[in-house]
Every structure is written in structure tokens, then in C-alpha cells.
């Protein structure tokens, strides 16, 4: 992985150089009211060709599962900066 792009504290570029995973990442820190809003962006190239495509349709779901709950947990820990409608999911 490359950082393409750093400014600190509000944005990370990075770029993905791996195998089987290729690509691009952005994380942002924006304010938001009183606070701030974090913000994960990755666009990924699977270098498994058919196979990949077929096993990442199966994968995906649990891996959104999984993040969700991360996301999740971790927002518990800040209980007085997240709204009720967030942690919802």
C-alpha cells in the first residue's frame, strides 16, 4: 500500500498495490455541527478473475455483515457523539 495523498488531520489518500487486492482508498474527517463525521471509501480490483467475481458475490454479504458490526461496537464507545439513528444499521 502507497499514501498518495496526506493531509493531516482531515485526509488520507491511499493506494492499494497488493495481490489478489488492487486499488484505491480515502478516509475523510469533516466537520459535522458540534463534531466531526468520518468517512472510509475503498474501490477494489479483484485479481482472481471469474473465480474471484464468483467467490466475492458469496463473501460480500458477510463482509458487510462484519463491518457493519464493527462500526457498530466502536460507536458504542462514543455514546454522546453518535445519534440513536445511527447505531440502528
Same mark, same amino acid.
Given at each position: 500500500?502507497?499514501?498518495?495523498?496526506?493531509?493531516?488531520?482531515?485526509?488520507?489518500?491511499?493506494?492499494?498495490?497488493?495481490?489478489?487486492?488492487?486499488?484505491?482508498?480515502?478516509?475523510?474527517?469533516?466537520?459535522?455541527?458540534? +463534531?466531526?463525521?468520518? %468517512?472510509?471509501?475503498?474501490?477494489?480490483? #479483484?485479481?482472481? *478473475?471469474?473465480?474471484? =467475481?464468483? @467467490?466475492?458475490?458469496?463473501?460480500?454479504?458477510?463482509?458487510?455483515? +462484519?463491518?457493519?458490526? %464493527?462500526?457498530?461496537?466502536?460507536?458504542? #464507545?462514543?455514546? *454522546?457523539?453518535?445519534? =440513536?439513528? @445511527?447505531?440502528?444499521?
Amino acid at each position: 500500500m502507497v499514501i498518495t495523498g496526506w493531509e493531516p488531520p482531515r485526509r488520507c489518500v491511499v493506494h492499494r498495490t497488493g495481490r489478489p487486492v488492487r486499488g484505491d482508498g480515502l478516509c475523510e474527517v469533516m466537520p459535522a455541527g458540534a +463534531g466531526s463525521q468520518f %468517512s472510509w471509501t475503498e474501490q477494489l480490483l #479483484l485479481l482472481l *478473475a471469474v473465480a474471484g =467475481r464468483l @467467490a466475492w458475490l458469496m463473501v460480500c454479504p458477510l463482509l458487510q455483515w +462484519g463491518m457493519a458490526a %464493527s462500526l457498530r461496537r466502536f460507536a458504542r #464507545l462514543f455514546p *454522546a457523539c453518535v445519534s =440513536r439513528r @445511527a447505531l440502528a444499521g
